[in-house]
């Protein structure tokens, strides 16, 4: 076994203690980590409640400074291999919590990791959440959710539906994370990305000396600046 | 090591008594504020610069003068000068007509400001920001530095044969500090020119302000003007002292929670924690203050923020008294006990005359006669005749 193990990081936005959303997101984690067991791969689980973030959300939210539960959820998905993202659905959309809390995260944070989207609602009228919404945000992220979605409605919870799509999205996530599909995109094509500097996903990375923004700072001139190239 | 204290020049509600001071009053006090920080002792007094409602700091140079005029030792600046919204022509003519007027008593820092909408208002375009920044520093360090000037850029018109007046006085450019939080240009840029840099420091956790003082002090070693330790660096920081711990905390909390950048967020108590807000006895805004060189290294400048958030003036005359009597006197000592050998200190006029002439007398440039511009004839001072001033292409 690895010395180093696989990290699976779980993100729940239940707003209760048990939630329906945090055992939706525990039964795809269980799965995601027995098909690793399986291949061969120790998974290790961190998870995230937001919930137990709110108290630092609104000084997140309005200066972007981070407390230190916040900052301990940002290590985990800095170092996270594969995460799980799970959100009840409140007014057609997903939780307040759960979408403020990546609103705050730093735009380069996620960047090629895979992840299963997941969400719970009291009607199955909600079911297009995680697709319609939800991985949108992720798109923005430059994330890679699994092509299959997670919904349960209170009817879902027991049938046998809801298990076997669990079981497709945990092998999606697994071939995922063993491709090393993250640490490609983060060696070779990092640099093809925004990041601001010292951000924690970039922390490691060199600033790049021949931009045309480090030229003019040490004294160089722009050709022209980029909004009157079109005109001419 | 200098210590000062900088204003945003904010106009407030006073929370706790429900009190908006007008323009005119918050402008006579600020000037008050300033003479209190010579009286007490400290070094540096700076001024931000804002266009918009509620602050009142659209005229900084004209503050900064009023204020020199009125003291001996004080060494007045800014924070920030608008690098992006102020034309760099602007910039060199009122800061070297400061220099002269406050016999050398000033220099000023320069940043982009945190205000979005004002960059129409002075005709710049924000998506340009940090390029506009940069390009009109680069003009900026020329004309104080040469008699007769040509140059295009992209974001201004292009100058022909343009000599920046009144010269710097004694034909040394003021010094200049660059401000920012996070971008790595505008470090980079300080470094090339061997300039200082600024790092607010006051509303992020201290990595933020390590990342950025360490990124500099290698480049600047990297562009030859010393070894990193001599990187001339200068730390934001706020403090509200009282004489014990708890009357400082109860003073304060009823201002910082409505404060117009922190109110309705972070605790008091979390945001000292995570910060390098000092709220607290002198003690403890000393010890506080003296671990900011553990993790930035010895460095030149500590300006605090006192005047902010509404306190009423008479609250920041008495925490002037406190940080001037009290505080800055033992940092001084201790400061001067850690700090490593070969730290310099932050450039001062004389220093920089010393450096450029050494014994030697300053250079004094005295104009030739009006030839009614500046593009024809030989450069516009006597002592440097022959120099031909380069022609516009036609």
Redesign the interface.
């Known amino acids: 076994m690895n010395a180093d193990p696989t990290r699976l990081v779980v993100v729940s936005a239940g707003a209760s203690n048990p939630s329906s959303t945090r055992m939706l997101a525990d039964r795809i984690a269980q799965r995601v980590t027995s098909r690793g067991r399986e291949g061969g791969h120790d998974i290790a689980v961190e998870v995230i409640e937001v919930r137990e973030l709110l108290p630092e959300l609104p000084q997140a939210l309005s200066s972007r400074f981070m407390g230190p539960a916040f900052t301990r959820a940002i290590e985990a998905l800095t170092r996270a291999d594969g995460i799980i993202a799970a959100t009840p659905v409140y007014k057609a959309a997903a939780s307040a919590a759960f979408t403020g809390f990546f609103q705050v995260l730093e735009d380069d944070l996620l960047i090629g990791k895979p992840m299963v989207l997941a969400a719970t609602a009291g009607t199955s009228r909600h079911s297009l959440v995680a697709d319609t919404e939800m991985r949108s945000l992720f798109a923005y992220m430059r994330a890679l959710p699994v092509p299959t979605s997670l919904f349960a409605a209170p009817e879902d919870m027991n049938s046998e539906g809801l298990g076997s799509r669990i079981d497709r999205a945990a092998r999606e996530l697994t071939a995922l994370m063993a491709a090393g599909f993250a640490d490609a995109v983060r060696g070779d094509t990092w640099h093809h990305y925004s990041h601001e500097f010292g951000s924690a996903a970039n922390a490691e990375a060199s600033v790049d000396f021949d931009s045309d923004l480090m030229k003019l700072a040490t004294g160089g001139t722009l050709s022209r600046p980029k909004s009157q190239e079109k005109a001419e | 090591m200098q210590f000062g204290i900088m204003s945003v020049s904010d106009i407030t509600r006073d929370p706790v008594n429900d009190y908006t001071p007008s323009e005119a009053e918050r402008i006579k006090n600020v000037a008050r504020i300033a003479l209190k920080a010579e009286e007490v002792g400290l070094d540096v007094f700076a001024i931000g610069e804002h266009h918009n409602p509620p602050f009142f700091s659209s005229s900084p140079t004209t503050l900064l003068a009023h204020i020199a005029a009125q003291t001996e030792h004080l060494t007045v600046t800014t924070s920030t000068t608008l690098i992006t919204t102020n034309d760099p022509v602007r910039i060199a003519e009122e800061y070297a007509m400061l220099q002269h007027l406050s016999g050398g008593r000033m220099d000023l820092m320069l940043g982009r400001g945190n205000t979005g909408p004002v960059y129409p208002w002075f005709g710049q375009?924000i998506?340009?920001g940090?390029?506009l920044a940069?390009?009109n520093y680069?003009l900026l360090?020329r004309l104080w530095r040469e008699d007769v000037v040509d140059w295009?850029?992209?974001?201004r018109g292009p100058l022909q044969g343009f000599t920046s007046t009144p010269r710097p006085l004694d034909d040394v450019p003021p010094f200049v500090w660059h401000g920012s939080i996070?971008?790595?240009?505008?470090a980079?840029?300080a470094a090339?020119?061997g300039n200082g840099f600024f790092a607010n420091h006051i509303?992020?956790?201290k990595?933020?302000t390590q990342?950025?003082v360490q990124?500099y002090r290698q480049r600047f070693e990297h562009y030859g003007h010393g070894n990193q330790a001599e990187a001339i660096v200068g730390l934001g920081g706020q403090t509200f002292i009282g004489k014990t711990s708890q009357e400082a905390r109860d003073k304060f909390r009823p201002y910082f929670n409505e404060a117009p950048?922190?109110g309705?967020?972070?605790s008091l108590d979390?945001?000292s924690s995570?910060?390098p807000l000092a709220v607290g006895s002198v003690q403890e805004v000393i010890d506080k203050t003296l671990e900011f060189r553990e993790y930035v290294g010895d460095y030149q400048r500590q300006l605090f923020l006192v005047d902010h958030a509404g306190l009423p003036v008479e609250m920041v005359l008495e925490q002037l008294e406190f940080l001037g009597n009290e505080v800055v006197p033992v940092l001084r000592k201790e400061t001067e006990s850690r700090r490593a050998p070969g730290v310099p200190n932050a450039p001062t006029h004389a220093s920089m005359v010393h450096a450029k002439y050494g014994d030697a007398e300053p250079r004094q440039p005295r104009p030739n006669a009006n030839r009614g511009d500046n593009v024809t004839g030989a450069s516009p001072y006597q002592d440097s005749e022959g120099t031909q001033a380069i022609y516009p292409s036609m």
Do not use: A, C, K, S
Not at chain 2, 152 to 155: A, D, K, S, V
Not at chain 2, 182 to 186: A, D
């Open positions: 375009d998506r340009q940090l390029p940069l390009e680069n360090h295009t850029g992209n974001y996070r971008t790595p240009e505008i980079e840029q090339y020119y509303f992020w956790p990595e933020h990342r950025m990124f950048v922190y309705h967020g972070p979390d945001f995570q910060t």
